[in-house]
């Protein structure tokens, strides 16, 4: 849904955001119910960088490989992450992770 979603985003087709929008509900219901998925988490992490929001992607980052999460190779390579890419917290989660 991530990958799809980026792609309408950056045709500036609305519809992506609201998908994303949608997504980031369902992840926190799960969330909510105390389910620990770290791929879950992840596509929580990927849709808010996406959605620009870079402060909570990274919030959420750090609490997944806090919790386990270690795919940072992954991360480097996954074109939703590329709003954070420059940003030096995001380099300093995935030498953890």
Do not use: C
Not at 20 to 38: A, F, P, Y
Request: charged share 25%.
């Amino acid at each position: 849904i991530v990958n799809h979603a980026h792609l309408r985003v950056v045709a500036g087709e609305e519809s992506g955001r609201y998908d994303l929008e949608q997504l980031l509900v369902k992840l926190d219901e799960v969330r909510s119910q105390g389910i620990v998925n770290m791929d879950l988490a992840y596509w929580a992490v990927s849709a808010h960088a996406v959605l620009g929001r870079s402060d909570v992607a990274l919030q959420r980052l750090e609490d997944a490989i806090g919790r386990g999460w270690r795919h940072a190779w992954w991360a480097r390579h996954d074109w939703n992450m590329s709003t954070l890419a420059d940003d030096s917290r995001y380099r300093e989660l995935l030498q953890r992770g």
